[in-house]
């Protein structure tokens, strides 16, 4: 009788295994890592990018008017020389690119800077993950897009209160940049196909855009750009601004429609009662509220 010899068939079957296996772990890795470097340098050109299509374009045409500095003729007798230690005293600075005073102004800047530059990052590194796994949800991510400017536009604005000292509009500012940051957290989590679309996502988004248009909408949008009083600059500003803020109003609810009509289902019924009582409550009291600040 002949004995089948199982230990080399076992042997050979736990070595393919576990190459199998190493393969499949690799290939994830490599994967992964592809992701990482992607998402670094997305997330690297677009951070960078910003700033000087801001102030070397945009600010370039729209002001030109700007005479140029004679770096070695400029004194700068406001700068209190505390970065610069032993090297230089208060008095008549010579000219540098960036002037920065140690104080309490400058490191909010600093904070608010790191906040909103790890926060961009973040949210780029989803993005590009869920565009990498296919399952980008296309409406959403024009909304993220068309609040890119919304966002920069909140940071310079703080930078400026700060560098400034001019903080009339500071809580005011802060309820809407508050407000978008949730929303734009409820964006990106419904980038991804993956996130159902539910109801209460979708009413929080517009719910807080149309607080935004009823602050905005009686207040600078119309004396600057429908009585004709703002500048250029300013008109551009206000649009800039405004058209974000009815994207998210409109393209959640048509998600929703066409959500409730794949399923076949009315919109009255993925909204409960509470959820719209809740919504119209938030946009009187959230509106009221900007007013007042």
């Known amino acids: 009788m002949v004995f089948p010899k199982t230990g080399g068939n076992f042997m050979?079957?736990?070595v393919e295994k576990r190459l199998t296996?190493?393969?499949?772990?690799?290939?994830?890795?490599v994967k992964n890592y592809k992701q990482k470097v992607i998402t670094f340098f997305v997330g690297l050109f677009i951070i960078v990018t910003l700033p000087y299509i801001h102030l070397g374009v945009l600010h370039r045409l729209i002001f030109p008017g700007k005479p140029?500095?004679?770096?070695?003729?400029?004194?700068?007798?406001?700068?209190d020389t505390v970065f610069r230690g032993?090297?230089?005293?208060?008095?008549?600075?010579?000219?540098?690119?960036?002037?920065?005073?140690?104080?309490?102004?400058?490191?909010?800047?600093?904070i608010f800077t790191v906040l909103f530059i790890l926060m961009a990052y973040e949210s780029l590194k989803y993005v590009v993950g869920v565009i990498s796994n296919k399952s980008l949800r296309k409406s959403m991510f024009v909304l993220f897009l068309a609040n890119v400017y919304p966002h920069y536009y909140s940071w310079w604005s703080y930078f400026?209160?700060?560098?400034e000292d001019f903080y009339d509009y500071y809580s005011h500012h802060m309820?809407?940049?508050?407000t978008e940051i949730v929303a734009t957290c409820l964006v990106l989590n419904l980038c991804d196909n993956n996130n159902p679309i539910v109801s209460w996502k979708i009413l929080a988004i517009v719910s807080i855009n149309t607080m935004h248009i009823c602050i905005a909408g009686t207040d600078q949008f119309i004396a600057h750009v429908i009585r004709g009083k703002g500048t250029d600059f300013q008109n551009v500003r206000n649009i800039a601004l405004m058209f974000p803020d009815l994207l998210h109003v409109m393209i959640p609810l048509l998600v929703?429609?066409?959500?409730?009509?794949?399923n076949n289902k009315l919109l009255r019924e993925l909204c409960?009662?509470?959820e719209v009582f809740l919504c119209v409550v938030f946009i009187c009291m959230g509106t009221l509220f900007g007013k007042i600040l």
């Open 68 to 79: 140029k500095i004679d770096r070695r003729s400029c004194k700068n007798s406001c700068f």
């Open 86 to 110: 032993i090297y230089e005293s208060p008095g008549n600075s010579g000219y540098k690119h960036v002037y920065f005073n140690v104080t309490w102004q400058t490191y909010r800047i600093w």
């Open 12 to 14: 050979e079957n736990y």
């Open 21 to 29: 296996t190493i393969h499949n772990t690799s290939e994830q890795s």
């Open 175 to 178: 309820l809407f940049t508050i």
């Open 272 to 274: 409960f009662k509470e």
């Open 256 to 262: 929703l429609f066409i959500h409730a009509k794949q």
């Open 160 to 163: 400026s209160y700060y560098n």
